[in-house]
């Protein structure tokens, strides 16, 4: 979608105030440059930080119970201690009591935040009943926060907030409350429209989302008459994108696609007549379609977004309510579009948010954990995150909150039987060679100018089947270094790891690159010089690499020096099946080891190949 659209998600701003939570320490100003300026705050409970090593579990417990009887020592001290302070101690103390099973102490605990008229505490609630997915606690806590906030926040804020408010109580299935949230969200947008008067050349800011959850919920109720009188505004928006700035609430843009689905059946003559606007919305938007390895458009472009297909099945959105489904070789719905968020499969079962319907209009999910299912769709398993990483071998990694928050989240390193082998400030991703893997393990950040880098460790494991538990997996450390008293541990940044890790990726049993100066060149296993001079040189398969000009072009050569394909691509990415994808005047084709370009470059974004498929994108 056009850059401008806005997405106001609640949920983003609860996380991006956690992270300043953890940044700061009692009697100290806050630094986020500096995660651990706190030594106590540990949330990397199950690594031992000076040596570098996986604690086992009646370590890492017993050190937990240690943070807790001085935490609460900290808080019974004195009753009368801070807002920010108490609210620092119980940011600790939550995911302790959670981790030792202290549901009563956990309950205490949330109830005192509850009684603070502090924002900060608010949103550390509501980040907590998220992740519990206690949508009667969320929705108090919620209604606290927007009265607090209520009198300084923006219209826009406030019809993201209404919006969340009003799903709750749908999703409760307290009708008249959730009605009374969605009206009023949709008419202070239209209201707060009507009284904007922007400087020339400025775009109106249009809280569209809320326009649209009403008109959804409305038709949903069969109240179509009224339902189109909103909706019929929100097109008139949606359709002129040089005069409005689409701010979409906390459900996300779906291009009104959701009254549509909701409408198709209740009134077909109304649904063709927004069908012809939807067409007109999505115009300059992308669809995805099938591609086969010869260029043949298996599919036209009708679903929003394919994933790599992966056991057959790939993971495609549906056009309209932008919910996902997967599909075969052929573009046909094996399992239907009706989960929130979904992963690849893998050894038969596939990580994914179930949905109950179309309403709300949530399209990410925000409030929904991860399930574990099978290929039939079956949940097999509840796991306790809100983001989840495809599976990379027998691991994937969950994040209690945002996965885009990474470096300030609690993540969970999950086999593919939805067991948490490990949970800390992990960073991702996960580097696998077979039962062999690298973890970062993110210990604060760095700042250089405008650039903040993670800075931690790697540490290396195997997993390897449990034998006392069938179908489940074990853990074990391999870069075990011996410990030397007084001995400091180096930490390093992460593209400091991720530059030596990509150093293994591919090899080649007759070349390989060196440089003179600003040279790049080819020698074979003689020493002898092989290829021209270029300003870079990525092997990209064993047999064929990618050249670089001065002009940032890229070209091909083979493992002997002979060039395939002068620098003229603004783009090549690695080989998969025989075929690299290439990108020259904007458009995206492929080319083979050979130099042929067996799929003209004319599409807007392509994948690669697997399973002899992939994915194309273009205009319908």
Known sequence: MANHRRIARTVGKAVVLLALLISVTPGRAGNPGDLDQDPALEENWMLDRKRQLILDKPTYLNNL?????RLEAELKKDPKLAQEDTIRAAHKLVPIYQALGLNKELTELTKRLEDLSSVSSQWLLQSFYLARSDKQHLLKVLKRSYALQKATTTVDRKCAELIQLADLHYQLGEMAAAESYYKEAADLALKDVALQKPPPGTLILVPIGAINSYACFLADKDRIKEADSYMSKAAVFALQRNKYDLSTGYGGFDDLGTFLEIIKKKDPKLYYKYYLKWLA???????????GKNGEEITAPIF??????????AVAQERFTCRYGYIDKTGNWKLKPTFLAAN???KGVATAKFSKGLLPIDVAGQSTRFSLIDSSGKELKKLIDLDVTPFNGDLCLGYRL???????????LIDSSGETLLSGRLGDPIKVRGNHFKLFITTGNRGHGCVVEQVGYPIALSIYPNPTNPGHFTLKQENVEPVVEGKILPERTYSYFDALDKKMEIT????????????????????????????????????????????Y??????????????????????????????????????VNENGREIVPAKYIEVGDYKNGVTFYKRLQ
């Open 304 to 313: 929003r977004n394919i994933s790599a297909f992966n056991e057959g099945l």
């Open 508 to 551: 080649s049993d007759s070349c390989k690159i060196d440089q003179e100066g600003e040279n790049c060149f080819l020698r074979d296993l003689t020493g002898k010089r092989i290829s021209k001079n270029y300003y870079g040189i990525r092997q990209l398969s064993s047999t064929c690499f990618r050249t670089t000009s001065t002009a």
């Open 281 to 291: 919305i999505i115009r300059d938007t992308p669809y995805a379609g099938i591609l």
């Open 344 to 346: 690849p499969f893998y």
């Open 65 to 69: 119970r240690e943070q807790r009887l």
């Open 402 to 412: 945002s996965r885009n928050m990474a470096p300030y989240a609690i993540a969970d």
């Open 553 to 590: 072009l890229c070209g091909l050569i083979d493992a002997q020096g002979h060039e395939k394909v002068p620098p003229k691509y603004k783009e090549i990415r690695a080989f998969s099946e025989g075929l690299a994808a290439f990108q020259i005047n904007n458009r995206w084709g492929f």
